[in-house]
């Protein structure tokens, strides 16, 4: 075990104890064509509860999968059986695309040790370990939910600190969507990036078995995209689902000042009067 990640050895030993939260995590891209929970029902690793990142939100606004108030969500992860003692494991069935963004929501409100899956349910799976299919009923369980408000950042925010010429914003877009050579794969957005910010891909912090590369090897790409660790960070990307795995490669990498860009993308590139650089 290590400050983010348990191994699934780790994770088959301690799989029956009650005060251990398994969580599919697993989410994709509209243009995937997948459907997370249809595949979770279909199988899962043993106990596991689905989270489902777009109905545990903020559904009073149109920008996708926003954090949902603190007595929210600790009423929709209470009844899924987590409590916010508990050490919560998080996974995805794409090896590590979207458990970050489940881990960072739990941390953000409050949850005091949440872990991701090394490798994922593709490791799992690969080693031969048990799945279950259908739904999982968890004991409800108390959820103390406080959001900390050093997590997460808003558009107002942003737009403030570009020009402080401290924090470094990070895009964790594909390059060509950050150059604005690629249209946005969510119809009514604008091409670009955030002005003054830099690009590092969330898929290239991701090694070809779905585990993090190495620290090192996170501080070099960081330092050849021109990031400054010692900086106040922020991180964005679409819609807030990959920006969290930029700010994991961040935290492993050595930053100490990380926040989440909410609504990223999906509502800079949507605002009327918001700088656009290409």
Same mark, same amino acid.
């Given at each position: 075990?290590?400050?983010?990640?348990?191994?699934?050895?780790?994770?088959?030993?301690?799989?029956?104890?009650?005060?251990?939260?398994?969580?599919? $995590?697993?989410?994709?891209?509209? @243009?995937?064509?997948?459907?997370?929970?249809?595949?979770?029902? $279909?199988?899962?690793?043993?106990?596991?509860?689905?989270?489902?990142?777009?109905?545990?939100?903020?559904?009073?606004?149109?920008?996708?999968?926003?954090?949902?108030?603190?007595?929210?969500? &600790?009423?929709?992860?209470?009844?899924?059986? #987590? +409590?916010?003692?508990?050490?919560?494991?998080?996974?995805? =069935?794409?090896?590590?695309?979207?458990?970050?963004?489940?881990?960072?929501?739990?941390?953000?409100?409050?949850?005091?040790?949440?872990?991701?899956?090394?490798?994922?349910?593709?490791?799992?799976?690969?080693?031969?370990?048990? #799945? =279950? @299919?259908?739904?999982?009923?968890?004991?409800?369980?108390?959820?103390?939910?406080?959001?900390?408000? &050093?997590?997460?950042?808003?558009? $107002?925010?942003?737009?403030?600190?570009?020009?402080?010429?401290?924090?470094?914003?990070?895009?964790?877009?594909?390059?060509?969507?950050? @150059?604005?050579?690629?249209?946005?794969?969510?119809? +009514?957005?604008? %091409?670009?990036?955030?002005?003054? %910010?830099?690009?590092?891909? %969330? +898929? =290239?912090?991701?090694?070809?078995?779905?585990?993090?590369?190495?620290?090192?090897?996170?501080?070099?790409?960081?330092? =050849?995209?021109?990031?400054?660790?010692?900086?106040?960070?922020?991180?964005?990307c679409g819609s807030g689902i990959t920006a969290a795995v930029v700010a994991l490669g961040l935290e492993?990498a050595g930053a100490r000042d990380v926040a989440v860009?909410?609504?990223?993308?999906?509502?800079?590139?949507?605002?009327?009067?918001?700088?656009?650089?290409?």
């Amino acid at each position: 075990m290590s400050d983010w990640f348990v191994s699934t050895e780790w994770l088959a030993e301690h799989l029956k104890k009650p005060d251990v939260a398994v969580v599919d $995590a697993s989410w994709y891209l509209p @243009t995937a064509g997948r459907d997370a929970q249809a595949e979770y029902l $279909a199988g899962h690793l043993p106990g596991a509860v689905f989270f489902d990142i777009d109905a545990i939100a903020d559904r009073t606004t149109t920008l996708p999968h926003m954090l949902p108030t603190p007595p929210d969500f &600790a009423k929709m992860v209470g009844r899924l059986g #987590i +409590g916010d003692a508990m050490t919560i494991v998080v996974y995805d =069935e794409a090896g590590l695309f979207s458990a970050p963004r489940v881990r960072w929501t739990f941390l953000a409100m409050g949850a005091r040790d949440v872990k991701i899956l090394a490798g994922g349910g593709a490791k799992w799976r690969k080693e031969g370990r048990p #799945i =279950e @299919t259908g739904p999982v009923a968890r004991t409800p369980a108390h959820f103390a939910a406080r959001l900390d408000p &050093a997590a997460v950042v808003d558009f $107002a925010t942003v737009d403030r600190r570009r020009h402080d010429h401290e924090t470094n914003i990070v895009d964790a877009r594909p390059a060509p969507r950050f @150059t604005g050579k690629e249209a946005e794969p969510r119809p +009514g957005l604008k %091409s670009g990036h955030i002005p003054g %910010s830099f690009n590092v891909p %969330s +898929g =290239e912090l991701v090694a070809a078995d779905g585990q993090m590369k190495p620290a090192a090897q996170l501080r070099k790409i960081f330092a =050849e995209a021109g990031v400054d660790l010692q900086a106040p960070l922020i991180t964005s990307c679409g819609s807030g689902i990959t920006a969290a795995v930029v700010a994991l490669g961040l935290e492993i990498a050595g930053a100490r000042d990380v926040a989440v860009y909410d609504g990223s993308w999906a509502e800079w590139g949507a605002r009327p009067g918001a700088a656009i650089e290409r």
